[in-house]
């Protein structure tokens, strides 16, 4: 079964500076997605980015980017001029591209980010 | 904007009394999941449905059911609730296919079994 791991229960970050978060996986298969979710205090889970295993270029969404290292089986988040509204908790997830049916996402435990002003 | 809405935000219960969480998603998706997210633990599957009438367990099934008698919506069971159900409850939607990505979220129910 595959597994994901976000070592950093806490990170922190002062305004306007870059943070990353780390997420690991362990899968043996090779088609896959990744992706990172935020969820806000009390407001709903929504993405931020994905990541297809087989493009070997990192996904970038404005100040969101990924590090994706296939061999090591990393994924890591970098947020870029961090701003007040980057406070959340983040998870890292991984689904199967390989499986018939609905495809689960299998969720890290979460990494919660504060914005220091 | 697709849309995944929960019947309730807060919920308290007692001990022994059956527990149903609703869940509607307005953007006819074939799969619709339940977890539940507790901390240091992320989000678990409880279960999920890939069309009507169909339902397969997740990783923690013991003591949940769920009942998806129509397209839009699935429900999360709980026969008889205990304390250790205190949680907060997510539902979410996607559609079907391999490259349909995105899983949307619902804005979860936090349950209190006292």
């Known amino acids: 079964a595959q597994t994901v791991t976000q070592s950093q229960p806490e990170m922190s970050v002062q305004e306007a500076e870059t943070v990353t978060l780390s997420c690991t996986y362990d899968?043996?298969?090779?088609?896959?997605?990744l992706f990172w979710y935020k969820q806000p205090p009390s407001r709903q889970m929504i993405l931020v980015i994905r990541?297809?295993?087989?493009?070997?270029q990192n996904a970038t969404e404005n100040r969101f980017s990924v590090n994706f290292q296939k061999a090591a089986k990393s994924f890591s988040l970098k947020i870029s001029d961090s701003q007040l509204g980057d406070a959340a908790m983040y998870f890292c997830?991984?689904?199967?591209?390989?499986?018939?049916?609905?495809?689960?996402?299998?969720f890290g435990q979460g990494t919660r980010l504060t914005i220091n002003p | 904007d697709v849309k995944v809405t929960q019947s309730s935000r807060y919920l308290v219960k007692r001990t022994g009394e059956k527990v149903f969480l609703e869940c509607v998603q307005d953007m006819d998706h074939e799969n619709m999941f339940w977890y539940r997210q507790d901390p240091g633990l992320g989000l678990r599957l409880i279960y999920f449905s890939y069309d009507v009438k169909m339902k397969e367990k997740g990783d923690i099934p013991e003591g949940y059911s769920v009942s998806r008698e129509k397209k839009e919506r699935f429900s999360l069971i709980l026969e008889s609730a205990s304390t250790n159900q205190t949680s907060m409850y997510l539902c979410a939607s996607r559609g079907a296919g391999r490259r349909s990505n995105e899983q949307f979220f619902g804005p979860g129910t936090r349950l209190t079994v006292l």
């Open positions: 997830a991984y689904r199967s591209a390989e499986v018939q049916g609905a495809q689960k996402l299998v």
């Open positions: 990541q297809e295993a087989y493009k070997q």
């Open positions: 899968t043996s298969e090779s088609d896959y997605y």
